[in-house]
């Protein structure tokens, strides 16, 4: 299979036969990689599978990647990868939890990606944010309420 990988600014084509040529050792959160005679220590800094990115340090040098398989690239050759806009819906609670701060207020337009609401769960605090575009219409919780898991949180427009 082939792959179409994207390092900040830089295309490299790369095969599943030349993957297989890098000698790869996992030492904790770091990985050795070795290539053609020459020593990588790679660590993952962050990774989102569902987009195919990656933001890695190689040696002390942070690097973005995006990776593209055959069918990515396809896609987009035919223009099937128009950029869709999802419109919001309601946010519900994704567990039980505490409301530690609301972020938005009624009749705020918000993109993908926003900020929307702090809930604790389990000592930790979860960042909801949205999956994307709308208009929030109403804020169904306030700050200190204990919620359900899937109680509506915030109504969309």
């Known amino acids: 299979m082939n792959y179409q990988v994207n390092i900040d ?10 993957l297989s040529n890098f000698d790869l050792v996992q030492n904790g959160e770091m990985l ?3 290539q053609n005679n020459k020593a990588f220590n790679v660590k993952v800094i962050a990774h989102n599978f569902n987009e195919k990115t990656l933001t890695l340090e190689v040696n002390g040098n942070k690097y973005d990647v995006n990776i593209e398989d055959e069918y990515d690239i396809l896609v987009k050759k035919m223009g099937l990868s128009a950029n869709v806009v ?13 409301v ?27 960042v909801l944010k949205a999956e994307g575009e709308g208009v929030v219409k109403s804020i169904e919780v306030i700050k200190g309420a204990a919620v359900d898991k899937g109680q509506i949180l915030i109504e969309m427009e």
Do not use: Y
């Open 9 to 18: 600014d830089s295309t490299f084509e790369l095969n599943t036969e030349q």
């Open 32 to 34: 050795h990689v070795l």
């Open 86 to 98: 999802q419109k919001m819906t309601n946010v519900k609670a994704p567990m039980p939890g505490l």
């Open 100 to 126: 530690v701060e609301v972020l938005v207020e009624p009749g705020q337009a918000i993109e993908k990606g926003s900020q929307l609401l702090i809930l604790e769960a389990m000592k930790m605090e979860n």
